[in-house]
């Protein structure tokens, strides 16, 4: 199954990274609020960023290692997403 690795902008300027199989689905439940406590405070929310993974283990291992990344690091990968869309 494939699963996607996301990172979403909110309104307040921070990032929050999270997985899911239908990112578009996922996104609209960030901005209904029942998406994730800490965006449900920091609505609305959008899309900037997406990584195709080949399966919920890898999609996991991901967000996790960007949830590690300082915010500088997350930026660049927002702007080679935006920049190559």
């Known amino acids: 199954m494939t699963c996607y690795c996301y990172i979403v902008e909110c309104v307040d300027g921070t990032y929050y990274t999270g ?35 080949s399966n919920r283990t890898e999609a996991m291992k991901r967000e996790l290692a960007i949830k590690k990344m300082r915010r500088i690091q997350k930026s660049k990968l927002v702007e080679g997403y935006v920049a190559n869309r």
Do not use: C, F
Not at 26 to 44: D, E, F, L, W
């Open 19 to 53: 997985w899911t199989t239908d990112p578009e689905r996922r996104v609209k439940q960030h901005n209904k609020g029942i998406g994730a406590k800490y965006t449900s405070m920091r609505r609305p929310v959008k899309l900037v960023y997406l990584e195709i993974q």
